[in-house]
T-cell receptor
């Protein structure tokens, strides 16, 4: 089955620690995205990537970093500079638009502070 | 930049009745408007989308309307069923290369049996 796999489902971070969230897709999509979701709020864009080895900041990139070494993979690192990392993190992918194409989401990683 | 407002934040309807969720957007250049359904502990799932050259789109019990002049769009669910209970998000984007979606705050829909 084609889809987006995020791992782990739950993750705990200690003070001063960097943690990396995994996102893999087998949909052959060009673009990939990372969103943060806080309780009672909509999704906010952290980073996105249109092609391998290229990515752009979204609206809330501070304290996060990404890489795109392979088309199917777009890992997100939550660094110690992110002072309020507790949230639900969602990865998405889409075909690069020739017109507007929908984004497909994974089932998320919930990050908490120890 | 784009700002999307969504109302109401919670909505409770009797099974079989209709539900309507409304969104407004600020950027007149936005040209793509998807709606997502999110169940507890899951990622959002696309249920319907509409492009700016269309005023209305329907898929079985779900319909979306778009008023570009007023910059608002709405989700209509008819003959609601218990499995429609979830959080619904609207979004808007201007497609320039990658699709940067801006989401509304979400509506928690509860269907009462």
């Amino acid at each position: 089955d084609g889809g987006i796999t995020q791992s782990p489902k739950y993750l705990f971070r200690k003070e001063g620690q960097n943690v990396t969230l995994s996102c893999e897709q087998n949909l052959n999509h060009d673009a990939m995205y990372w969103y943060r979701q806080d309780p009672g709020q909509g999704l906010r864009l952290i980073y996105y990537s249109q092609i391998v080895n290229d990515f752009q900041k979204g609206d809330i990139a501070e304290g996060y970093s990404v890489s795109r070494e392979k088309k199917e993979s777009f890992p997100l690192t939550v660094t110690s500079a992110q002072k309020n990392p507790t949230a639900f993190y969602l990865c998405a992918s889409s075909i690069l638009p020739r017109g507007q194409q929908p984004q497909h989401f994974g089932d998320g990683t919930r990050l908490s502070i120890l | 930049g784009e700002n999307v407002e969504q109302h109401p934040s919670t909505l409770s309807v009797q099974e079989g009745d209709s539900a309507v969720i409304k969104c407004t957007y600020s950027d007149s250049a936005s040209n793509y408007f998807p709606w997502y359904k999110q169940e507890l502990g899951k990622g959002p799932q696309l249920i319907i989308d509409i492009r700016s050259n269309v005023g209305e789109k329907k898929d079985q019990r779900i319909a979306v309307t778009l008023n570009k002049t007023a910059k608002h769009f709405s989700l209509h669910i008819t003959e609601t069923q218990p499995e429609d209970s979830a959080v619904y998000f609207c979004a808007a984007s201007v497609v320039q290369g990658a699709q940067k979606l801006v989401f509304g705050q979400g509506t928690r829909l509860t269907i009462n049996p």
